[in-house]
């Protein structure tokens, strides 16, 4: 892949029917003219025309950038429009994880309204589970979806998969239905169960990460015991590696899919779902912006919440030291509010000088132990959730000489150093900041912090108020400020701070002569070496994870990025949850975000920690690793290598125990034991083998094999 | 070079003095298309404005790029931050012969060698390859070319450095 900085001022048409384009290469400061297949326009997002519709409809005027403006620290609340929330991409530029998260916390916000009228929640319905029958030969129904008659679906035969699976052993029944996910799908699964009294179910239908829920609870309706219902993706199974597949091709490729799903089904256990009691207590662990936000959250809906802080005080970093932010917001006045709220809400109880230094347990009944740093002692809480909100702080560097002179700091402490009169920028004359000093690189941070830029324009900026004579210079790889911060560049430059553009190969240098910062660097329009006596030298560092994230990691049995921030279970659909249900994520714990972003996780966290919290117990599927006690020999292999800490070898009945309520089901114990002692339930050899004898049963002819 | 003393803070006041240029980010749109910028010295519309940013008095003086513009307003019209690079370069050639009063610029020195400041009129075989009409320009007509100087000579820059022009 080739990067060139430059804009085109147009595409031409060429006879041909190729893509004519001129463009200088800045690094060569040569013109090029090139022909092109495929010109792919990168055309950023625009609010839709419904937006209008509906500020009209709510009563709630759009802004000058099409959009309804949310609250000043709330991105889903409207001022002075209590009841009426935002969420998604009318509440600004947004992507898939951010409006994932927008739509939980928008969802947290309406429950919590909606308590304060005194309105009840919407309790689920019960639906009673059907007996297992795993003891009866396998009689499989099969469903298939055709999904409305979906473009996806369009080239499958139907008919054809159909008579092939209903020729499998153990096939009672294969049912076509138009839409599975609507009422006739109810209706059909309904009779379908009631023709062939099949004590396992397969159904074949689209984004079933969507459906599984909805579908599973019809089939509990029509008399399947859930845990013998699969559900999967047929159009997504069908079309693997098939690109434009006849319609003889993709039925039989799907039918072979089929066919191993069938083999699965049927070797499948029974799995008990039994309901555990939920304890309602809550464990916030940070005390920053986040950790107060969501602790806030729960603790107004009536949730009992421990808040543990490490420091000594309640704030994080920026609620000790960023008075303001570019885009007006108050961090330190906004802390101290939260503080008093925090102190004074009687169901909220505070721990300072406190680490969590381990935990165990799963969702609803977790046991924590607590160690307070100052006094040395230990004391041990039950929750049932855990919020993880440890926040970060300003990375570290030793690059452009940092350490040997006054003259250079980072942009925290030259905020710092304007805040409280130390630096007197009447007094500066050349001012130079070198953004992703120690980012962005093989070695150090290889991430963008994505808030730098916006504070060195910040501080860039106050400068320039109180002294316009000065020459600020903002040293720069990409200027990262996305979205609706675009303005504050534009101002930026518009105030006469000059951005100058390098390259990781040829970073400016910064020597020190007679203790004033000399900076070397290339200027990459003119292609000229330059240099300029500067006064200070300011160094954007960018954001650091806190180091006690892998001892916080180790306590959990969660996972850290390899930057060494945590790892959500998944980054778009999932963005504050761990693959560890009970225990979520707000704030900088997860990644470097803008104060607002941090209050959306923080809603979002708390809300869906709510969920939970709610409910007076919790129903868990058990899948969950097993010991086969007469094969297994005691070594205690499982025991070690468990992750979550669920296996333990009790002395007293000289066997490996398994607590189902920590296991996740990884199976690394089934991979580690030497005696099949071991085994995840629903994971077991014979129905795996099973499923690969399937698939290679039914190979395709060896020239169809990609 | 040394930008502390090698280079005037406030040069842009001099010469562009409306603040648009502050807006510029070296996009390089203006250059992509210009028509000036296949000559040699190429005419780089973003780098004057550089020159005119960080305060480059020597070089831009020096500079005679600014004469090749032939005012044709691409840059204008797609310059994304409006710096209106055309206006530029004009401010750019006054400041120069504010600067500078025995300024000729070459593009007088053009016109008269042949008519126009650009090469018009000197594609003819391409033009004939590609089937398009000959242009009838002064530069192919050499007795009003002649009109025309006789003409010029009678405005006081030309026949003040007739020295320049004749010969």
Sequence with gaps: MNLIRCRVQGVMLKPDGNLLMRYLDPDTNEFFVKDYDLVVMSTGQAPIETHKHWAEVLHAPLDERGLIAGDRYSKVRIAGKPGLFLCGSLMGLTDVSEAVTSGIAAAGEAAKFLAALGVDGIKEEEIAEPAARSRELPLVSVALCKCGEKPGAAGLDYELLSAALQRQPGVGAVQVIDSLCKAEGETALVDLFGRTKGNRLLIGACQPFRYR??????????????????????????????????????????????????????????????????????????????????????????????????????????????????????????????????????????????????????????????????????????????????????????EYGYGTSEAVLTQGELKKGLANGEIDAGELENVVMIQCAGSRQPEGRRYCSRICCLGAIDNALKIKEKNPEARVFIFYRDVMTYGFCEQYYTKARSAGIIFMNYSLDDKPQVELAEGKPVVRFTDPVLNEEMELPADLVVLSTGVDPEESNRKLAGAFGVSLTDDGFFAEVDGKWRPIEFPKVGLYLAGTAHSTMPLRSVVLQADAAAQKAYTYLSGREVHTAAVTSMVKDALCVRCQRCVNICPYGARAYNEADKRIEVDAAACQACGMCAVECQNNAAEVRGWSDKQLLAVIDARLMSRPPASTVR | MDLQEGSIKDLWKDIYPTGNLHYCFNCSTCISGCPASHGDPPLLVRNLARKVILGLEEELLEDNTPWACVSCSRCEEMCPMNVMPFEMILSIRQWQCRNDETLIPPAIVEIYKRGYTQAVGVNTELRESLGLPQLNTITNNPEQLELFREMLMKTQIVSDNDYMFKG
């Design chain 1, 213 to 398: 829920r909805q579908l599973k609870n019809e089939a509990r309706k029509a008399g399947f015991n859930s845990s013998m219902v699969e559900i999967f993706d047929l159009f997504g199974i069908a079309r693997r590696g098939l690109a434009e597949p006849s319609t003889a091709d993709w039925t039989l490729q799907a039918a072979r899919d089929v066919k191993a799903e069938l083999e699965n089904l049927k070797f499948k256990p029974p799995l008990e779902v039994s309901p555990l009691p939920i304890n309602r207590t809550a464990l916030v662990i940070g005390g920053g912006m986040a950790g107060m936000h969501a602790a806030l959250s729960l603790a107004d809906r009536g949730v009992p919440v421990h808040l543990v802080e490490k420091e000594a005080h309640l704030g994080g970093y920026l609620g000790a030291r960023v008075e303001h932010t570019v885009d007006g917001l108050a961090p330190m006045a906004m802390a101290t509010d939260l503080k008093l709220k925090v102190w004074e809400n009687k169901n909220i109880t505070v721990h300072l000088n406190c680490e969590v230094e381990k935990s165990s347990g799963a969702l609803g009944s977790f046991e924590s132990k607590l160690r307070f740093t100052d006094s040395g002692e230990n004391t041990y809480l039950h929750h049932g959730v855990a919020i993880i909100a440890t926040g970060a702080h300003e990375g570290a560097t030793g």
